[in-house]
């Protein structure tokens, strides 16, 4: 699945280019994006299941800068799924050079903060989902 994302002037630092802890942000854009687009939202989760899914794990490896005005491709797919975890992957993209990759673990937890295996639909729905986006890029 793929968002663009145009970078603002809020998003760089003293140096003109993207702070690096945007590109998580940019992550959250493309995972939330993707489940959205396939029907499911955090805010469903939360409210109707009770389930919060924070992140346990993120790497990022970066590879050429994005500056203020670019225009970026945020790549996501779902490359595992667990009963208790599932990883995103994304690549990042500036007319299709590869600027960052790296990907998310979530576990989903209660809204006490006690882990949880995830329901069997919601399981079925992101083992679905993995198979249809079988790239990031």
Do not use: C, W
């Not at 799924?81 to 007319?95: A, E, M, N, S, T």
């Amino acid at each position: 699945m793929k968002v663009e994302y145009r970078v603002i002037y809020g998003d760089t630092d003293t140096g003109g280019v993207m702070y690096y802890a945007n590109y998580l942000r940019l992550f959250e854009i493309g995972r939330t994006e993707l489940l959205r687009q396939q029907g499911l939202t955090y805010r469903e989760l939360e409210e109707r299941r009770g389930l919060i899914l924070p992140v346990a794990e993120a790497h990022i490896r970066y590879r050429a800068p994005a500056r203020y005005d670019d225009l970026l491709e945020i790549h996501t797919r779902i490359s595992e799924v667990r009963p208790h975890r599932v990883r995103f992957d994304y690549r990042i993209l500036r007319q299709g050079r590869l600027l960052a990759e790296g990907y998310t673990v979530h576990a989903p937890v209660s809204r006490e903060g006690r882990l949880q295996k995830f329901p069997p639909d919601i399981l079925e729905f992101l083992r679905a989902l993995s198979q249809e986006n079988p790239s990031a890029g």
